[in-house]
């Protein structure tokens, strides 16, 4: 079928043969159905494009310019969108977006190669985006990232600060010891306090 979903009225829509109404197109959407299928005056219509990069973040490719320059789109595609590619498709402003670029570092440390180059000089974006995915510390050397000397050394600085506030093993192992014992304290009182009230 090479046809494209038109609109026939405001809530009637075709796709070859099968008509749907608008809830109908929607909940296709969401489920996956692939936004290029949709004439290209559809395709601007922001409620459609909203199901499509819910149901495949790949879908913002395929929706109007604007839409992609739309931050609330953007952000849906990334976080719900099951695609961590959805990031290629956001506009060059969003791309340097605090909030839509900490979303797409967040679900994949590789979306840092597409952060704009002021928020990969800036500190705290660097740190907020190693502790939302620490990944992102773990493979800042991988080339694939195409990171600058200036952006790995604020990667370094966050990563030190992130373990420096990290408890460590032994102070963890030490306090859950700890608690272990007062609880087994507690337990050895009740029972005795249990046996002298059955004399």
Known sequence: MNEKVIK???NCYKYGYITWTRDRLIDTLSHGFNLKNLDK??????E?????VKGDGKNLYWANKALRDDKEIAINAIKYGYNAYAFEYVS?????????????VEYSA????LVGDELKHDADFIRDACIAN????KYCDIAELRLDEETKQLIDSAKKMIEEKKPS?????GKAEKA??????????????DKDLEK
């Open 92 to 104: 060059d402003r969003l791309k340097s977006d605090r909030d839509v670029a900490l979303a797409a």
């Open 169 to 173: 093993l032994s102070s963890v192992l």
């Open 8 to 10: 026939i009225d405001d």
């Open 180 to 193: 272990s014992q007062e609880h087994n304290s507690k337990l050895n009182t009740q029972s005795r306090d």
């Open 41 to 46: 005056p559809l395709r601007a219509d922001k």
């Open 110 to 113: 590789f979306n840092m190669r």
């Open 134 to 137: 620490y990944d992102l510390v």
């Open 48 to 52: 459609l494009v909203m199901a499509a």
